[in-house]
């Protein structure tokens, strides 16, 4: 069990990188071909339209395979994608963007619900692989950096796909040792319409907290130079510590939730990110301003993992859990896009960033909503129990 949780932790990190690599490698595949910026916007909403729709599939994929297969199948496919853009041309780079997007749609939310159904302790142990996540994201800008001049980016790209392949192939061993067909989805404790009204408000919740992290990650760097007057250098700081505080917080959650319970957890953590979000956006100093950033990503950082370990325990992981889990990733496209355009009609960014507070103060309401439900599914069953 030690042996394959590693190589799952390992193969979620290696998700991270692919997740993110786009932007590094940006630059490069714009000169090559001379790419406008239109052009270049358009890769990303390929990979983000990909990874939507492998969700969608995923969710169909997992009611007949299971969790576990479904993330061999999406590790595969992220592999292929990868390779592909090894090829060199253009034709090739954009159908590999969207083959790995769509291995991500399959391999991100699922990775989540078979860590679910493998471990007891679902909070901390989902704490600890979205923060392996978050490592590769946070490697990939400098691994990409130090490899580009020794094996160029091809052969970058031909490396993260052999690893990404290399995990797939481990898995299905590790799925083997366990059965012909690994299924063991952890059963919910909702009746179907509960069930239904939950998994609604979690994928709200979801679309909301996806769309703030990316609202204040994105923005922070140019709101730091063009609002409080930052160098780029102190700007690139200012942002690092958010992603550090991410890292913080996921890595100190499992010792939190010893004494407070996931959902107090997520509660107090929308409750910072909506704290810390208005400090950013009235802060008239740059110290002021940076602990508005820092207690946004300690807010943030365990809220994903958490509300995962709330949702299987009370919906489980079959159904529609992967569409849960995946489709919210268009909130990371629309709210930074909301900022940008509220920042330009009204001619000041402070007021683009307050959506970032109304999108956190949105995402506490819909929690509390989430927790109603599972409260008064609860009081029915005892009433039932006891009539």
């Known amino acids: 069990m030690k042996f394959r949780l590693a190589v799952i932790h390992f193969g979620f990190a290696l998700t991270g990188v692919v997740t993110t690599m786009l932007g590094p490698i940006l630059p490069l595949l ?52 990868v390779g592909t853009m090894a090829l060199g041309n253009l034709p090739a780079v954009i159908v590999g963007i969207g083959v790995y997007g769509a291995g991500l749609g399959f391999a991100l939310p699922c990775t989540n619900l078979m860590v679910s159904e493998m471990v007891e302790n679902r909070a901390a142990a989902l704490n600890l692989l979205n923060f392996s996540w978050t490592v590769g994201a946070l490697a990939a800008p400098m691994l990409i950096d130090s490899l580009l001049k020794p094996i160029g980016l091809r052969g970058f790209l031909v490396g993260l796909a052999a690893l990404c392949f290399a995990v797939g192939m481990v898995e299905i061993g590790g799925v083997r040792q366990l059965g012909a067909i690994e299924k063991i989805a952890v059963v919910g404790k909702l009746g179907d319409k509960a069930r239904i009204t939950f998994a609604v408000l ?27 007057y930052a160098t780029s250098r102190d700007a690139a700081l200012v942002q690092s510590s958010f992603w550090a505080a991410i890292l913080l917080g996921r890595l100190t959650a499992p010792l939190v939730l010893r004494i407070v319970r996931p959902a107090k957890l997520v509660f107090l953590g929308l409750f910072l990110a909506t704290v810390g979000s208005a400090l950013i956006v009235f802060a008239h100093d740059l110290p002021l301003f940076v602990i508005g950033v820092l207690a946004s990503g300690i807010g943030l950082s365990s809220v994903f993992p958490n509300v995962i370990a709330i949702f299987t325990e009370w919906y489980g992981t079959g159904g529609a859990g992967s569409i849960v889990l995946g489709v919210p990733g268009l909130g990371g496209a629309l709210f930074p896009w909301l900022v940008g355009v509220v920042g330009e009609k009204t001619g000041h960014l402070r007021l683009g960033m307050s959506v970032n507070i109304a999108v956190a103060a949105a995402a506490l309401m819909v929690f509390f909503a989430m927790i109603q439900v599972a409260l008064g599914a609860r009081a029915t069953a005892l009433e039932e129990r006891s009539a």
């Open 30 to 81: 714009s000169s090559q071909w001379s790419l406008s910026y239109a052009q270049s916007g358009r890769l990303f909403t390929v990979q983000f339209l990909l990874s939507v729709t492998g969700a969608l599939i995923a969710s169909r994929v997992m009611a007949s395979l299971g969790a576990a297969r479904t993330v061999v199948i999406g590790m595969v496919l992220i592999a292929l994608g």
């Open 202 to 228: 979690t994928a709200v919740l979801l679309f909301l907290y996806v769309g703030v992290e990316n609202g204040v990650a994105g923005w922070v760097p140019t709101f730091a130079q063009r609002v409080e």
